[in-house]
């Protein structure tokens, strides 16, 4: 099944006020940070020996005038990389996410550093709310999984299988004070009448003779 797209989505520096929180494990991304670290060392070595040999090169003619001038741009270019490699390094190496129940909302969010990538949920429209056994982990680790629209979605990494019910507890309580009409309403909408009928003139009835 494909993956589930939140009903809202927004980026913010500062994470939702209110609700009930749920504690969710922390994400094991500290391999990502190291690679792109170290490819931030290296594109940052490589720029920094053209800058030096820039430095000590001297302006005879106009080749080498116009040899620096492609050097610099050259330069300048590379550096955007080596700027991009060191802000994903940061960014992976205080990586977390965060989870909550506000009113009616799921609210689920990961954080890049300062950023947070706030992804609601409506808690009517969730379906089959579960538990799935978590690969390459020990047998006591579950992942928590639910239907949402078209797709499916999950929340949080892997984790043990108490905690992980307590959070489907809280989660399964706050979804049942959502109004059942609202529950109804989006689970199934009221077909819309056809063209067909509506089009149609009124049937017209003949008076007896």
């Given at each position: ?45 490589i720029a920094w020996s053209q800058i030096s040999s820039m430095r000590g090169h001297e302006i ?109 507890a809280v989660i399964r309580d706050a979804a049942a004070r959502v109004p059942r009409v609202a ?27």
């Amino acid at each position: 099944m494909r993956k589930a797209r939140p009903e809202r989505f927004g980026i913010s520096l500062r994470d939702e006020k209110g609700g009930t929180p749920l504690p969710l494990p922390p994400r094991r991304m500290w391999p990502v940070g190291i690679f792109f670290g170290v490819a931030f060392v290296i594109f940052a070595a490589i720029a920094w020996s053209q800058i030096s040999s820039m430095r000590g090169h001297e302006i005879r003619s106009v080749f080498d005038l116009a040899f620096i001038l492609f050097q610099g741009f050259w330069v300048l270019g590379w550096s955007v990389g080596v700027f991009f490699l060191g802000a994903m390094t940061v960014l992976f190496f205080f990586y977390g996410e965060s989870a909550q129940v506000a009113g009616e909302r799921l609210i689920y969010t990961p954080r890049l550093g300062p950023l947070r990538l706030r992804c609601e949920y409506d808690l009517a429209k969730i379906r089959n709310l579960r538990l799935e056994v978590a690969e390459r982990h020990p047998k006591e680790t579950v992942r928590i999984s639910f239907d949402y629209g078209n797709g499916s979605s999950g929340l949080g990494d892997a984790m043990d299988r108490a905690e992980a019910e307590k959070l489907i507890a809280v989660i399964r309580d706050a979804a049942a004070r959502v109004p059942r009409v609202a529950a109804d309403e989006t689970a199934a909408p009221s077909p819309a009448p056809s063209r067909a009928r509506a089009a149609a003139p009124p049937e017209r009835r003949e008076p007896p003779p």
